[in-house]
């Protein structure tokens, strides 16, 4: 009789042992496979394809690094699924909390004839600074593949580590010079290839208005055509003096400058056939008519009555002028004066 009231209780306790067993299994077999160290599938059998991050230094507390993987498994393996990183892990590098954490992970699966695509787009956030840069790793993530036709056959694939650097987060109020500057560290430089552009570029157009105002006011004969028959003409005139003598020379130099530029003499009477030949010199027409004027009145008449132009050096000095800006075929200045 007491067997037969003791049994019930028996094959209850069986209940509940292999109960219990089961719910352990459940629980911690993923991790136990986790913790296993498995054999590396074949490479024949997978295709992975990393993106990493574009650069590797710089990070600060706050970034997020975006690693995008794709993963081709081909059968008779199939990835396990509940072997992909879960999010809010935080792995070690060396030995200690990198500080590095997964944050968001999707995942996009295909299916083909003779293999699964997997594709594995991986946030990580930094959780970690420092006085200093240091080194961090983004984990090489463990998947697990199944073998379908030996169901008790599991592999495993390692990602590739990325290693990166992280730098420290300066903080106003927090930072001491002494400790934070190294003695082999450059300064920070400002870039100033726009301004230094500009500069050069101010510098050029400087140095052609400098050279254009040469060209037209200058008397030196060391540019192009700046040794040309009038400017050496306006040069002499301008060492002569202002007596009836010095008057004479100047008008005679005038004249051999006309005669140079002509080939040939060159008169009030063949004046039109000068103009001709040489147009540049229409503008000052009048100007050469009046110095043919003026030469007749030097050679050819009492030299005791006065002249007809008031200041004759100043005025041949002004035609010199605006012959030699047309010979250098600019406009020519035509107005009367003594700005010599």
């Not at 498994?73 to 990198?98: A, D, N, T």
């Not at 600074?129 to 495993?156: D, F, S, Y």
């Amino acid at each position: 009789m007491m067997s037969k009231t003791m049994l019930p209780s028996y094959r209850q306790f069986r209940y509940i042992i292999r109960t219990l067993l089961v719910v352990y299994h459940l629980c911690f077999s993923q991790q136990l496979l986790a913790n296993v160290k498995l054999p590396v599938i074949d490479e024949q059998y997978i295709d992975v394809k990393v993106e990493d991050p574009k650069r590797d230094a710089g990070y600060v507390v706050g970034d997020i690094l975006n690693r995008k993987v794709t993963v081709t498994v081909k059968k008779p393996y199939q990835l396990i699924k509940e072997s992909l990183p879960i999010v809010g892990y935080e792995h070690r590098y060396k030995g200690q909390v990198s500080g590095v954490e997964l944050v968001r992970i999707n995942t996009t699966s295909t299916e083909q004839a003779n293999s699964e695509t997997h594709i594995l787009d991986l946030s990580y956030q930094v959780f970690k600074t420092g006085r200093v840069v240091k080194p961090a790793a983004l984990h090489p993530e463990v998947l697990k593949m199944r073998n379908a036709e030996k169901k008790n056959k599991i592999v495993q694939y390692a990602l590739p580590l990325f290693k990166f650097r992280i730098s420290p987060l300066s903080v106003i109020g927090q930072v001491r010079l002494d400790r934070e500057i190294y003695p082999f560290t450059p300064p920070l430089t400002l870039d100033s290839s726009k301004v230094i552009f500009n500069l050069e570029a101010l510098v050029i157009v400087l140095a052609l208005a400098l050279l254009g105002l040469l060209y037209i006011l200058g008397s030196r004969a060391w540019l192009p055509r700046m040794g040309a028959p009038f400017a050496k003409a306006f040069r002499d005139v301008k060492k002569m003096d202002n007596s009836p003598e010095g008057i004479q020379q100047a008008v005679t130099r005038v004249h051999a400058a006309l005669n140079e530029t002509a080939e040939a003499s060159v008169f009030s009477n063949n004046l039109g056939e000068f103009l001709g030949q040489n147009p540049a010199f229409t503008p000052v027409k009048l100007e050469i008519e009046k110095f043919f004027g003026l030469s007749h009145q030097v050679f050819f008449k009492d030299a005791s009555k006065p002249l007809s132009t008031d200041n004759p050096k100043a005025w041949l000095l002004t035609l010199c002028r605006a012959l030699r800006s047309c010979e250098r075929g600019l406009v020519p200045d035509v107005t009367d004066g003594a700005n010599a």
